[in-house]
């Protein structure tokens, strides 16, 4: 079965320090990947898709990055963190006829 | 543009009371809808679907039918138990540039009490 492994589940960062996201998925190969986030009160936003290794998508212009550096990581980044970078950012795997598989979420608090 | 409203809650309800969580869209074209459930400590998980109008999507006791003349899809159950208790995700794909692209709204926290 497929699973999505995204880490820290929760992460407090202070205002210009640098951010690293991770999320591996097991059970499948060649995915499609995306990074979400939910802003408060806001619903899901797409930040960034990847069809494959070192090929990013960005949806919106924003302050973070993403690199595919192995067919089954994705990683989200930033050099300097934004107040405005708060949220709840959420890997989500496609699984093409399957439907999508959904990591736990990590929420950030920039302070 | 693409967008989802659903009521924000926290919703709490007593076992075995109607559960009625509301969702309503914009979107152009005709986009499938879904409801997702993320309970404590989990990933988002599908719950229902439904990809045209009219069609009626259930699962576990949960039912919700794609009205496109009131563009809704709000989410019924019965009677709600304790294991319910979880965050509920209203959402629209569509199809974007590199495929099939998530619209969620913000959420809506259950609480169910015994």
């Known amino acids: 079965s497929q699973t999505i492994h995204q880490w820290p589940a929760t992460l407090v960062q202070p205002v210009g320090s640098p951010l690293s996201l991770e999320c591996t998925v097991e059970?499948?190969?060649?995915?499609?990947l995306y990074w979400y986030r939910q802003a408060a009160g806001r619903g899901l936003q797409l930040l960034f898709y990847s069809v494959g290794i070192g090929q990013i998508s960005s949806e919106v212009p924003q302050n973070l990055s993403a690199s595919r550096p192995q067919d089954r990581q994705f990683i989200l980044s930033s050099k300097k963190l934004l107040l405005s970078d708060s949220g709840f950012y959420l890997c989500?795997?496609?699984?093409?006829?399957?439907?999508?598989?959904f990591g736990s979420g990590t929420r950030l608090t920039v302070v | 543009g693409n967008s989802v409203t659903q009521m924000e809650g926290p919703v709490t309800l007593s076992e075995e009371a109607f559960l009625t969580i509301n969702c309503t869209y914009t979107a152009t074209g005709y986009p499938s809808l879904f409801w997702y459930v993320q309970y404590p400590g989990e990933g988002l998980q599908l719950l229902l679907k439904a990809t045209k109008a009219d069609d009626k999507g259930s699962n576990k006791g949960f039912e919700a039918t794609y009205r496109k003349e009131t563009t809704s899809f709000h989410l019924e159950k019965g009677s709600v138990q304790v294991s319910d208790s979880a965050v509920y995700f209203c959402?629209?794909?569509?199809?974007?540039?590199?495929?099939?692209?998530?619209?969620f709204g913000p959420g809506t926290r259950l609480s169910v009490l015994p």
């Open positions: 959402a629209l794909s569509r199809l974007g540039n590199y495929g099939q692209n998530f619209v």
């Open positions: 059970g499948t190969s060649n995915p499609n």
């Open positions: 989500v795997c496609d699984r093409g006829a399957h439907g999508y598989t």
